[in-house]
């Protein structure tokens, strides 16, 4: 039997980003030492570095990865804060183009979703991470340009992993082991999981893929006078007639980042002229319009790797002993849905979670661990699956005839959810992660989703606040 709780453990976390660091949050007071492997080295102050590469895009915290990030680090909504993130309640505080017209603004405050750039979001993590260890008896210690070129043990269990620098020092490319009870794979969406399997002797994890063939672009923006500026960010999804949207959102400093984006033939330009015409193909000239009234503080931006990719690692077998994979390297998702920062908080607490009702490190706990990192999971990878399946390429994952009924229903409700606050409600509440996806399924939902007519959203971007 291994030795439970903080028994001598050490762990080491693959990936000092959002994920890796929140990993660390699940481990404190469960092992002794943790050990996060890191490629980059760590800009000084809040600034973006290369090993994120999609730190120059849109980025929210959605209500539900919200609680569960103050529930492992708490005091960390009100920091990010006081660092300049945004705080916007939806519906109140984001105007929705949907393909039947422009959502009504209910006046819920039931959501609140913090936009941020990446580097502040990341910096500020980071050091409350490593504050919250240096307050416990868990040794954690950051291992900077270093990166991991395989893991060590068998096709039974992982005992550690095979590590070299990238500072380019003589001698520094050599490779060394390190050992650990427990790695942690949050390398994010480039992991080399399946390839160190192999080298196990052990098969990939099943994988599932449905990719819209989506690509975006974002570019910073200050309005030229404030007092001007939207009273709520923007967003005008693509649907099948009209596959290019937008979201206009503000973040830190009195900035917006806008994001452009289209499915396959329509993918948004980098350069700058050509992505500001490109603002104006989109389901509505709104967006377009705010552009005249502010100026351009960056480049444009390109993102193309967007695929819907979930590697089942939770099933019975594809799981090693004394290892566990947490956000994107597990479940990654079409980024335009801003969702990952949010499954990674839920994946971290879940993970904690387990350790603290199973008493600890001991056999068999990373594969429920696992388990319960794929039920907090779910519910996103729905609603990402869900959006991107008429775009799907041939080659992916088929719809089954559940997913097909789902998708039809999805739609009606989401008409539905643009007027109709009861259906709203419970719409935002699945969307934001604080409730299953059986919430739309509840019967007064499924009445008046299927059974009441069908009606036009609002011809132009509400100004009036509703109350509910």
């Given amino acids: 039997?291994?030795?439970?709780?903080?028994?001598?453990?050490?762990?080491?976390?693959?990936?000092?980003?959002?994920?890796?660091?929140?990993?660390?949050?699940?481990?404190?007071?469960?092992?002794?030492?943790?050990?996060?492997?890191?490629?980059?080295?760590?800009p000084e102050g809040r600034a973006f570095r290369k090993g994120v590469p999609q730190a120059r895009h849109l980025h929210?915290?959605?209500?539900?990865?919200?609680?569960?990030?103050?529930?492992?680090?708490?005091?960390?909504?009100?920091?990010?804060?006081?660092?300049?993130?945004?705080?916007?309640?939806?519906?109140?505080?984001?105007?929705?183009?949907?393909?039947?017209g422009w959502q009504r603004r209910f006046d819920e405050r039931r959501h609140l979703t913090l936009s941020v750039t990446r580097p502040v979001?990341?910096?500020?993590?980071?050091?409350?991470?490593?504050?919250?260890?240096?307050?416990?008896?868990?040794?954690?210690?950051?291992?900077?340009?270093?990166?991991?070129?395989?893991?060590t043990g068998d096709a039974g269990r992982v005992t550690g992993v095979r590590v070299r620098s990238r500072d380019g020092a003589p001698g520094g490319r050599s490779e060394r082991?390190?050992?650990?009870?427990?790695?942690?794979?949050?390398?994010?969406?480039?992991?080399?999981?399946?390839?160190?399997?192999?080298?196990?002797?052990?098969?990939?994890?099943?994988?599932?893929?449905?990719?819209?063939?989506?690509?975006?672009?974002?570019?910073?923006?200050?309005?030229?006078?404030?007092?001007?500026?939207?009273?709520?960010?923007?967003?005008?999804?693509?649907?099948?007639?009209?596959p290019r949207g937008a979201a206009y959102v503000p973040v830190e400093d009195g900035k917006w980042l806008l994001t452009l984006s289209g499915v396959r033939g329509h993918h948004p330009p980098t350069d700058a002229a050509e992505f500001t015409a490109f603002s104006a193909t989109i389901g509505d000239p709104y967006v377009h319009e705010l552009l005249d009234r502010a100026e351009p503080l960056s480049p444009v931006h390109g993102f193309r790797d967007t695929c819907n990719r979930r590697r089942h690692f939770e099933r019975p077998g594809a799981l090693p002993e004394g290892f566990l994979v947490l956000g994107d390297a597990g479940c990654t998702f079409n980024p335009v849905y801003g969702q990952g920062m949010s499954v990674a908080a839920l994946g971290a607490l879940a993970v904690r979670t387990t350790l603290v009702d199973g008493g600890g490190l001991c056999p068999g706990i990373t594969a429920e661990a696992q388990r319960a990192v794929?039920?907090?999971?779910?519910?996103?990878?729905?609603?990402?699956?869900?959006?991107?399946?008429?775009?799907?390429?041939?080659?992916?994952?088929?719809?089954?005839?559940?997913?097909?009924?789902?998708?039809?229903?999805?739609?009606?409700?989401?008409?539905?959810?643009?007027?109709?606050?009861?259906?709203?409600?419970?719409?935002?509440?699945?969307?934001s992660l604080t409730a299953p996806p059986t919430r739309l399924v509840a019967p007064q939902i499924f009445l008046r989703t299927v059974f009441l007519p069908r009606r036009p959203g609002l011809p132009d971007p509400p100004a009036a606040i509703e109350a509910v």
């Fill in 1 to 42: 039997m291994a030795e439970h709780s903080n028994g001598g453990h050490t762990a080491i976390v693959i990936g000092g980003g959002l994920a890796g660091m929140l990993a660390v949050t699940a481990l404190i007071g469960h092992v002794d030492t943790v050990t996060v492997i890191e490629r980059d080295r760590y």
């Fill in 60 to 100: 929210i915290l959605l209500s539900g990865g919200s609680l569960a990030l103050e529930e492992l680090l708490p005091g960390t909504v009100a920091a990010l804060g006081e660092a300049g993130a945004r705080r916007l309640y939806l519906s109140r505080d984001l105007l929705t183009r949907t393909p039947t």
């Fill in 121 to 151: 979001l990341d910096s500020v993590v980071r050091e409350r991470v490593l504050r919250a260890a240096a307050g416990s008896a868990t040794r954690v210690e950051v291992l900077e340009a270093t990166e991991v070129t395989g893991l």
């Fill in 177 to 242: 082991e390190l050992p650990a009870a427990l790695v942690v794979d949050a390398s994010g969406r480039g992991s080399r999981v399946p390839q160190w399997f192999t080298e196990l002797g052990r098969s990939a994890p099943q994988e599932e893929t449905v990719d819209a063939g989506l690509a975006y672009a974002t570019r910073m923006y200050r309005p030229k006078d404030p007092a001007t500026a939207p009273d709520a960010g923007v967003n005008v999804p693509g649907w099948p007639e009209c």
């Fill in 374 to 431: 794929a039920r907090s999971v779910e519910p996103a990878w729905l609603a990402a699956v869900g959006a991107d399946r008429p775009y799907a390429s041939p080659d992916d994952t088929k719809a089954g005839v559940g997913e097909r009924l789902s998708t039809w229903y999805i739609a009606r409700l989401s008409a539905r959810a643009s007027i109709d606050p009861v259906v709203g409600a419970a719409f935002r509440d699945v969307f």
